[in-house]
Every structure is written in C-alpha cells, then in structure tokens.
C-alpha cells in the first residue's frame, strides 16, 4: 500500500458537553471513536505509506454556536476564530487524535469549508485550527477555498456539495462584503441565514429536528402531532422569506413577478441532491468518481457503468422517514480511498465500528 486517503464529513462538532447538562446544540459524541479510526488506518498505513485525512465540510458546525449570547449573522474574521476556538475547546479529544497524527511523519490533512463551517474560508480560523493540530508543523494541514471541488489526479473529485443547492451556494470569487464601517464580513448565503434565524431557534425548542429526514416530512407530521411548533415553524421560513428573498433586494418587483421560479428553484428544487450530483459526475470529464457529504444521506452508486458516485453521510445520529430507508441511522461512515502499487485508486464506502466498548458515559438523561 502506498498511499490511503480518508474522506469524512458532516461530524458537525459543536462547543462540547458537561456532565448533566443539555446542550442542543452539539451533535457529535464519537470523538475518541474518531481518535480510534485514526489510530487504526494510522497503524495501517506504517512508515512506508503516506495517510490523508480529507475533512470534507460541515465538520465543524459554527452556524450553531453563540457569540455573547446571539448567533451572529455578521461573522468577522474575529468571531469566526472565537467560534471555532469554542469548537476546539469542547472537543480536546478529537483535537489530540488529529495532532498525534499529524506528529508522524507522511500524514496531512485537507480541509474544504461546508456550508456549516464556511468560516473556515478566513484566514484567522485558519490559523487557529493549524495551531491547535499542527504547531510546528503547519505546512501538514492545507485548505480548499479557490472552490468548492478538491481535485485528485487520479479521477477522484471531493466536493462537500452545498453548491448542489442554490439556497447554500456561494459566490468564491465574491466571500466577504465590506461593512459602513469598514470592517470585513463573511458573505453567508441565505440558506446559512436561515438556519441562523429560524432553523437554530427551533433546535432551542426541538433539539431533534435537524435530525430527521426529509424535513418536508416531518413537518407534516407535526401539523398532526405537534401542531404549534410546525405552525411557528413554517410561519417563520414564510416570513424570512419573504423579507430576505424578496422584500430585501433592490429590484424587489422583479422579483416577486418571479417568485413561482424563485420558490421552485430555492425551496422546492425540481431536482433532488441525488440527481444533482449524478448530473455533476456526468458533466464532468476526465472524472470516474465524484466523492460528496452535505446531505446525510450514504450512497455508493454505479453510474452509467463506468463512473462511482460516493456520499460520506454523517456522523450525526440522524432519523429517516424516508419509506425507502425509514428509521435508518446509518452508522459512522466514510469513504476510503486505496492506492496500491499500480497507482489505480479503489474508493469505498466504510462504516466505522472499532472496538466493542463495555460501556459509554451517558452525559445527560431527562
């Protein structure tokens, strides 16, 4: 084996738990199983082979986390670092399992910023991140910002896939917008807004609700079983939308002679993520296998026989009512990619299961 790749995303790693207290917020808790993986594809790749962990966005999920008590929807390069740093201190465990990584000789890791921690464009959370996993040895931790698509040379495309949807697609050529004041702001698309603004609160009330999928779904259960939070829910994303989407721009007219395309496009999308990245990995040239996270959803697929499209999923421990996978919780995965001595890759879909554990700490119970 010369080289091993690993491609994760979605943890979605919050400021961390106390013992007997809730925190709606944070959704990750396999962080030494996260320290295990590493130590055993570490242990499997040697002295001789080199080792690639690939975090593939949304590993952090800074949309979640407070600044003196607000989600903060102008987020300078200053609270951006200060979110993160939350983020870092909560989870020690899994910082320490990506610094003994990177102390070894032959290892590195690539970061592309998701929709959920697009913070992670800026330089200072940049910085922050390096000095927390890598001192002395920053040149081992690169990041993707000229785009949303890390290149292999071998075929292999990785996208965290939010520009699939036009609600949490980003303009790279244009991430931050300059304040009245002069300061430097990140530009959050509006999807990111939303989930600021109506989807976290929400999250305070129902913890679950990011959870579960499809959405649409739910909340049509909850108009029968929970009725005036699926109310106060959809009557918020109305209201958002309206003020934002259309009320907000200067040429609001225009728009709302176009708002059947613009809901169709933005809210209800004529196609799914699925179909999104098929068409993606199709258009592509030179690409046999197009790796994605972003929507939760594993998936390993053959495509028109000679292309692999590969989604990671989650490590939230997620709900689906889908009727194709209802009640599913897929497990921990991700993709592996292989490198033997032909220089062929092999990618494959993994689900972590490590060590059977006696038992687990139980950090709240109400």
């Not at 990177?102 to 590195?108: A, D, F, G």
């Amino acid at each position: 084996m010369r080289f091993l790749r690993l491609v994760l995303s979605d943890l979605h790693l919050g400021t961390g738990i106390r013992r007997g207290e809730l925190n709606t917020m944070e959704d990750f808790y396999h962080d030494d199983r996260f320290a295990e993986l590493l130590e055993y594809y570490d242990r499997r790749a040697g002295d001789t082979a080199e080792l690639e962990i690939i975090l593939n966005g949304d590993i952090f999920d800074l949309l979640k986390v407070k600044v003196d008590g607000v989600w903060p929807v102008e987020v300078t390069p200053e609270i951006a670092a200060q979110k993160l740093r939350a983020c870092l201190d909560g989870h020690p465990r899994f910082v320490r399992a990506l610094r003994d990584l990177l102390s070894k000789p032959r290892r590195k890791i690539t970061y592309l910023p998701g929709n959920h921690d697009l913070d992670m464009w800026l330089e200072a959370p940049q910085q922050l991140f390096r000095s927390y996993v890598a001192p002395d040895k920053e040149d081992r931790v690169q990041f993707i910002t000229s785009s949303d698509t890390y290149y292999l040379p071998e075929g292999i495309q990785i996208r965290h896939g939010h520009q699939f949807e036009k609600i949490h697609s980003v303009d790279y050529d244009r991430m931050t917008r300059q304040r009245p004041d002069g300061k430097v702001i990140l530009n959050l698309p509006w999807g990111s807004l939303w989930i600021l603004e109506v989807m976290n609160p929400a999250k305070a009330e129902r913890n679950y609700v990011d959870r579960i999928l499809p959405l649409n779904r739910f909340l049509l259960g909850a108009l029968l079983f929970d009725t005036g939070f699926a109310l106060r829910f959809l009557y918020r994303t109305i209201r958002y939308f309206l003020k934002h989407r259309v009320f907000a721009l200067r040429a609001w007219t225009e728009r709302i002679r176009k708002l059947p395309q613009l809901v169709r496009e933005e809210i209800f999308a004529l196609r799914s993520y699925d179909d999104e990245a098929v068409q993606a990995l199709r258009r592509t040239r030179g690409i046999h296998t197009l790796i994605v996270g972003h929507s939760h959803g594993p998936r390993f697929r053959n495509i028109d026989g000679n292309k692999l499209l590969v989604n990671t999923g989650t490590w939230m421990r997620m709900v689906n009512l889908d009727i194709r996978y209802l009640g599913q919780d897929s497990g921990l995965t991700y993709a592996l990619v292989e490198y033997g001595d032909t220089g062929r890759p092999t990618t494959s879909l993994m689900r972590w299961h490590g060590k059977r554990a006696a038992a687990e700490m139980i950090p709240y119970a109400d």
